[in-house]
């Protein structure tokens, strides 16, 4: 990614304080972006935007985009963050005389540094201006603590409960249950050794459920080669070459 070292937040709020500002709008429309509405339509439906959600929009310029998602998403509440004065107030004055100032509301911030309390938000929402922000991983760090912590972990557990088949909790109970399709279904992750957030976790979990549980002479067989091969990780780790 190419960044220009001389170029920074004051000269962008700069621009958006003027004409260069005006003339974006003049040639774009509300709704600084390219592609416009539809764009932001196929954007909302990609990101699974639902209607009486709630969400933040980092670089809301004058809230058009979040004017777009409360009228045809049916989003409840939007939070927009732009650091440049003139475009927030532009967006008040806009968001009033549309009536929507119950579900919208600005903040005059840089949007990697919004002050706003963590977790409230069900999404967060950026068109065109991200490419704008000097330091991309403090603004990513950003968005991400504005979401909702359990939807995070709801999502995270929609598709580990898709990964076992009958869902997590359900394959642990069945191997104490002695279920042997649950038992060969648990002996193939821990010898394929899926990767994902949390994966070693579950697998640990399951090798300890494993060792008590009844297999065949194979089974058992192929289990002992993966504790032999965390073992002989184990040693590795603990030795010098
Ligand atoms: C192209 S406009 C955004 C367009 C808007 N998202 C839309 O779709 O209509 C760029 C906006 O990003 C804002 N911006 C740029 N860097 C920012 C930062 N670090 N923090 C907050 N706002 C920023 C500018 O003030 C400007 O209003």
Request: aromatic share 10%; with cysteine; charged share 25%.
């Amino acid at each position: 990614m190419k960044n220009l070292a001389d170029v920074g937040l004051a000269d962008v709020q700069s621009v958006y304080s003027g004409r260069e500002g005006q003339l974006w709008e003049l040639v774009m429309g509300q709704q600084i972006h390219v592609g416009g509405f539809q764009s932001s339509m196929d954007l909302a439906e990609r990101a699974g935007i639902a209607a009486g959600t709630s969400g933040v929009d980092l670089c809301c310029c004058s809230g058009a985009g979040m004017r777009f998602l409360v009228r045809f998403r049916n989003v409840a509440q939007m939070q927009g963050v732009d650091a440049t004065p003139a475009m927030v107030e532009l967006g008040r004055q806009r968001t009033e005389a549309e009536g929507f100032t119950d579900r919208i509301a600005f903040t005059l911030a840089d949007a990697c540094d919004t002050g706003l309390p963590a977790a409230t938000a069900d999404f967060v929402w950026g068109e065109d201006a991200w490419c704008y922000v000097v330091d991309k991983a403090k603004l990513i760090r950003e968005a991400h603590s504005q979401i909702h912590g359990s939807k995070f972990l709801a999502e995270y557990w929609k598709l580990v409960d898709r990964l076992f088949p009958g869902g997590y909790a359900r394959v642990f109970e069945q191997i104490q249950a002695g279920d042997g399709s649950a038992v060969e279904f648990g002996l193939v992750f821990v010898e394929v050794q899926p990767y994902y957030f949390r994966s070693q976790y579950h697998r640990t979990r399951l090798i300890r459920m494993l060792k008590h549980a009844r297999l065949s002479s194979l089974q058992a067989e192929r289990l002992k080669r993966v504790l032999d091969l965390e073992h002989d990780k184990k040693m590795k780790r603990k030795t010098y070459v």
